[in-house]
């Protein structure tokens, strides 16, 4: 594999893997900007950019931009999260021109009709309705926004009904000038791809998009606080979160290698004690999302209104624990886990094209293989420890549950009070 970097004098960046065993290719336009950047009578309006930005451009309509991609027996698709948006396609390599033609006309070009506008606004309601319908998805919004309350980081990336029904096409403009500006935004790609054809072609498709780069999104803090949500559910679906580390911290490999290694795979501490030994869940697992200047650490279940207390005292224990006698063995399961999940990206092109993007958006470069194992095989027993004391030495926990009343008032109580002697 070959990876290959340009970036054009507008400041917008080319990155490239070619890997010559394939007869397809991904490629994508991911760039800085998410629901983090939006104001405060912007709410949601990331999502439905991406959702307007296959609805129709100035040269085609919406019926063209599906029939044009999938005539070549390519996909389209897009994707928003708090901190960047992608739109992105695959397809065989003959086609890559094609591709990057179409994404550019959907970002550069987009028409923004009216009535499109209006169906699609009742779509996105409809997503959101079923989003609510979703309560192993619902309890992490909930948690997100109490661990970041009253910040753009902590709303919701679809928006709420009111909002979304208030996005004009006046706004969505604005809010593209914004924040789609070249120094923010990654061309990648992966597969069998052709650099310098690639990089002619973005310098020219992409010739609209200038700097300088956008404004900065508002900073994040870590708060905290409890959100209990009464429903008739066969379960409790109930989650805590502790504020995590950034993207570039040192210690981040060190606090994934804890993260596994705590709840990370049927092996780790969670799994075993709260399911395996006590029978107190079905599903289990400790997760970690690094952002630009903040980080959110937890834990999810899914149990019994009648175990939730139990579980919480569980659960905040073996954190509590795990940072004083977590094993070598652990650790070294945890780091093999890690490297497995990295390598086996490296056989998908979109996987590959993906992480060519983000890391040249962190790190202004792309990590290679060797670094990134290097790393991870750097984290030892008492570095993920201390990963795992900075999380409790830090003021304030989320809690968020949904289900069954009963209980989830003295869970959430419970987990105050044991994350406190924790620290």
Request: aromatic share 6%.
């Amino acid at each position: 594999m070959s990876v290959e970097i340009t970036r054009l004098p507008s400041g917008l960046t080319v990155v490239t893997d070619d890997m010559p065993h394939l007869q397809t290719a991904s490629l994508g336009v991911w760039t800085g900007a998410g629901s983090r950047d939006e104001h405060d009578d912007e709410h949601g309006i990331a999502h439905v950019l991406e959702h307007m930005a296959f609805k129709g451009t100035r040269r085609r309509s919406a019926l063209d931009i599906a029939e044009v991609i999938e005539a070549v027996g390519g996909d389209l698709n897009a994707a928003t999260s708090n901190e960047t948006t992608a739109y992105y396609a695959r397809m065989l390599k003959d086609d890559v021109p094609l591709a990057l033609d179409v994404l550019s006309d959907i970002l550069s070009e987009p028409s923004f009709d009216a009535n499109e506008l209006k169906r699609e606004k009742q779509v996105i309601v409809q997503e959101i309705g079923a989003a609510e319908d979703a309560p192993d998805d619902l309890v992490f919004e909930y948690l997100h926004g109490t661990a970041y309350p009253d910040q753009p980081v902590g709303r919701t990336i679809l928006g709420t009904p009111e909002s979304v029904r208030s996005v004009t096409p006046k706004k969505l403009r604005n809010y593209l000038s914004r924040n789609y500006k070249a120094p923010d935004m990654v061309i990648g790609a992966a597969g069998a791809v052709d650099h310098k054809r690639i990089v002619d072609d973005v310098a020219e498709r992409f010739a609209s998009f200038t700097g300088p780069e956008g404004p900065a999104p508002v900073p994040a803090k870590f708060v905290g606080g409890t959100r209990l949500e009464a429903r008739d559910l066969e379960q409790v679906h109930v989650t805590f979160a502790l504020e995590g580390l950034p993207q570039k911290d040192p210690m981040l490999h060190s606090l994934h290698v804890f993260t596994n290694a705590l709840g990370g795979g049927m092996s780790s501490r969670l799994f075993q004690q709260v399911r395996e030994q006590r029978g107190l869940c079905y599903s289990i697992y400790s997760f970690h999302w690094p952002y630009s200047d903040t980080g959110t650490f937890g834990v999810y279940a899914g149990t019994d209104a009648g175990d939730t207390a139990e579980l919480m005292r569980v659960c905040i224990a073996q954190l509590a624990e795990a940072t004083e006698t977590l094993t070598q063995e652990e650790v070294n399961r945890a780091k093999a886990q890690m490297k497995a999940g990295l390598l086996m990206a490296l056989e998908s092109s979109s996987s590959r094209a993906e992480q060519l993007a983000r890391q040249v958006m962190i790190y202004d470069r792309v990590l290679t293989t060797e670094e990134i194992v290097a790393k991870v095989d750097a984290v030892t027993v008492e570095s993920a420890r201390a990963a795992g004391r900075k999380l409790l030495s830090r003021n304030g926990i989320a809690v968020a549950a949904l289900g069954p009343g009963r209980g989830l008032e003295n869970a959430a109580t419970i987990a105050h009070s044991l994350i406190q002697r924790a620290a």
